[in-house]
Every structure is written in structure tokens, then in C-alpha cells.
């Protein structure tokens, strides 16, 4: 399974758009990319999934190079809401299911 | 319902205890999962379900036993936990991955944190 590398922590303001970034330099042909927010003491909650160019949906963007060695995450615009840590996971189908190896993550505080 | 519901919220438990994690989700998913997480670490896997069989266990150590009495409830038996087994231990949900091969998303339910004494 390819393990993916993130920054430890990011500081932003309110209003402004947060791009963090994920390295997976061995990830495989079927390995989709995907993006998880957790707040403390809850669940991770799926943000977006991509597998290459651009994707979009109403709370984020997915930039994915083509040779899809890295991915970038990018926050529209962020609120104090925001502040939780991000996990980008790579991985393929397993038995059925999908196994993720999430990441260290990217704690990140957005500031007033 | 895309609730995953976790019961109790908070567990403190003695390392000669048996004690018992549910788990309950109402959509229909085939695959369900438990994750340990510890403070200010990622989570990580535990066991893998998919319809109701057993399909990845991560080399869990005994003295937690996961069970799958139906599709829409997952157990997690513990005993003779040792301190270092305190976590928030997750549940989550999904449908079983097949074709296409995009993954379907997980919806994790909030945790048990789980304090061994």
C-alpha cells in the first residue's frame, strides 16, 4: 500500500484558501486518492476522492498531477470551522473492501 | 440515516474485565470496519468485515475478538486489555467494494474511548 507524506501543521486565517499538499510517490495504477477532515473526538468524514486532474464538489477542490505522485487539497475560503486534521489516503480494493493507511495527517488552525 | 452509532461513548475498564464495543449502522453497507486510534495519531485498522465474514484482520492481538452477529450491527469483545490497548476505537461503514473499482466512502461513527486500568 502506498503511504503518503503531509505536512504536520498549517496556520491560516479566516477567508482565506488553504492548499495542503500530499506526497505518494509509489502509488499504484488503481489507487484512487481520498480526503478526510476529523475533528477531535469524532470520526474522520470523507471530504473528496479523486483519481486524476481536477475534481470538485461544494466544500472542496482535488488537484491531482498526471503523473499522480502528489495531490493537493484546497480549502475555498476557510472558517474557524475548519480547524481539524486532514488525511489524505491512497489505496486499491482489498478483499472487497477498501483498505486505507491513513497518513500522519495535516493539523490545520485557522485563526480569526 | 447516514449515522454510524457507537455505544458506550466512554468505557473504563479493569485489565482482568471482559467487556463488549457495538456498533450500529441502518444503510444498508456490507462492509464494516474498526479502526484504534491514540492521541494525536491517525487511525489505524483493525478488522475488516464483508458480509458478515471476517475478510482483514491486521494482526490484532487476541485479546480483542470482533464479531459480526448481522449486517447492521459489529461487535467489538475485549479482554485482558493492557493499559497501552486506551484509545478511541472507531467504527465505520461502507458498501462492499466490487466494480467500479473507485472506493466507496467510509462514515465512521464517533468512537469509544476506551481507558484500561
Known amino acids: 500500500l502506498a503511504k503518503t507524506t503531509q505536512p504536520i501543521s498549517m496556520d491560516s486565517y479566516e477567508g482565506q484558501e488553504v492548499n495542503i499538499t500530499c506526497s505518494h510517490n509509489n502509488i499504484a495504477t488503481n489507487d484512487y486518492i481520498t480526503w478526510y477532515q476529523q475533528f477531535p473526538s469524532q470520526g474522520p468524514r470523507f471530504i473528496i476522492q479523486?483519481?486524476?486532474t481536477k475534481v470538485t464538489n461544494e466544500v472542496a477542490s482535488l488537484f491531482i498531477p498526471a503523473d499522480r505522485k502528489s495531490s493537493t487539497l484546497s480549502l475555498p475560503r476557510v472558517s474557524l470551522s475548519d480547524t481539524a486534521v486532514y488525511y489524505c489516503?491512497?489505496?486499491?480494493?482489498?478483499?472487497?473492501?477498501?483498505?486505507?493507511?491513513f497518513g500522519t495527517g495535516t493539523r490545520l488552525k485557522v485563526l480569526a | 440515516d447516514t449515522e454510524v452509532t457507537q455505544t458506550p461513548k466512554h468505557l473504563v475498564m479493569g485489565m482482568t474485565n471482559k467487556k463488549s464495543l457495538k456498533c450500529e449502522q441502518h444503510?444498508?453497507?456490507?462492509?464494516m470496519y474498526w479502526y484504534k486510534q491514540k492521541a494525536k495519531k491517525p487511525p489505524e485498522l483493525m478488522f475488516v468485515y464483508s458480509y458478515e465474514k471476517l475478510s482483514i484482520n491486521e494482526s490484532v492481538p487476541s485479546r480483542f475478538s470482533p464479531e459480526c452477529p448481522n449486517s447492521s450491527l459489529l461487535n467489538l469483545h475485549l479482554h485482558a486489555l493492557q493499559p497501552e490497548d486506551s484509545a478511541l476505537y472507531l467504527c465505520a461503514s461502507s458498501q462492499v467494494q466490487g466494480l467500479p473499482l473507485k472506493p466507496y466512502e467510509q462514515y465512521f461513527g464517533p468512537g469509544t474511548r476506551l481507558t484500561v486500568t
Open positions: 444503510m444498508g453497507h456490507r462492509a
Open positions: 479523486g483519481y486524476k
Open positions: 489516503l491512497v489505496g486499491a480494493p482489498t478483499s472487497g473492501t477498501y483498505k486505507y493507511i
